[in-house]
């Protein structure tokens, strides 16, 4: 059984209604409600973003879905909703149980997206601050700072609750959405798109003014940020589950202590 198509070892119930052994105090309505809070906030702060870049009529509507923060707003958005729908079909029969080969498409499209979210979450947040935030300009709007900072920390609380581990198998899914991210961003290029006045998406990496630096940066991406954020979110999940309890053994009559004088 390969773990490339994000099969479950445990029960889809167990892994979506269960939080992870760090989080094991949460009763369990607790742990619903913070899965369908994460799905709420996150659905407000999508509509946030979409009502105010349409709110700006210096920028063309269409331009909001070329951006990789948008990318990662939709992509982060889809996981908190499928994690928070699971861990409501959990407590019911609606969807019949299995692991393994038996993992509902639901459970394994969810478990994919997972330690992707948590990767790109974070390499949006820290690419914004280090090579796309003008720090000339001050302070920045609300939208902004949620989009790019608040983004990771929705992540991080999932990463710390959720009954999933990370798996090793699944870094391919994060790196082929970055690959996704730089082949649009050249053909955006190339056909002659316009962000706003620009012909490049983000100036750092303009394809057709200075090729060498966005092949470059795009690499280093790629092949670096990339692979490392996940290989941090992998340790995170070791950490946060812990080594396995040992099994509890029953003593046999004959090893029984007779403690009475």
Not at 24 to 31: E, I, Q, T
Not at 82 to 91: H, K, M, N
Not at 103 to 124: E, H, K, N, W
Not at 226 to 254: M, N, T, W, Y
Request: hydrophobic residues 50%; contains cysteine; negative net charge.
């Amino acid at each position: 059984m390969s773990e490339l198509t994000f099969p479950l070892a445990i029960s889809w119930k167990e892994a979506f209604g269960q939080p992870s052994r760090l989080a094991r105090g949460l009763p369990p309505a607790l742990f619903l409600s913070l899965r369908v809070l994460l799905a709420a906030f996150w659905t407000g702060v999508l509509a946030w973003s979409l009502v105010d870049h349409f709110d700006k009529p210096a920028e063309p509507d269409a331009e909001w879905w070329i951006y990789l923060t948008n990318w990662s707003l939709l992509f982060e958005w889809v996981y908190l909703l499928l994690a928070a729908l699971l861990a409501l079909l959990s407590r019911g029969s609606l969807l019949r149980d299995g692991h393994g080969a038996h993992t509902p498409a639901l459970a394994r499209v969810a478990y994919g997206m997972q330690a992707a979210t948590y990767t790109i979450s974070f390499i949006v947040f820290a690419l914004y601050w280090t090579l796309d935030h003008d720090y000339d300009k001050g302070s920045v709007d609300g939208i902004t700072f949620v989009t790019h900072g608040v983004n990771f920390l929705v992540a991080l609380v999932d990463l710390l609750i959720a009954g999933l581990p990370v798996h090793k198998a699944h870094i391919w899914v994060p790196c082929v959405f970055a690959v996704t991210y730089v082949l649009f961003t050249i053909i955006y290029d190339m056909s002659g798109g316009k962000a706003g006045a620009d012909p490049y998406i983000y100036e750092v990496i303009d394809w057709s003014a200075e090729p060498g630096k966005a092949i470059g940066i795009a690499c280093a991406v790629v092949l670096i940020a990339f692979p490392a954020v996940f290989c941090v979110c992998l340790c995170i999940s070791s950490k946060r589950d812990g080594p396995a309890p040992p099994p509890r053994q029953e003593l046999h009559p004959a090893d029984k202590i007779d403690v009475q004088a």
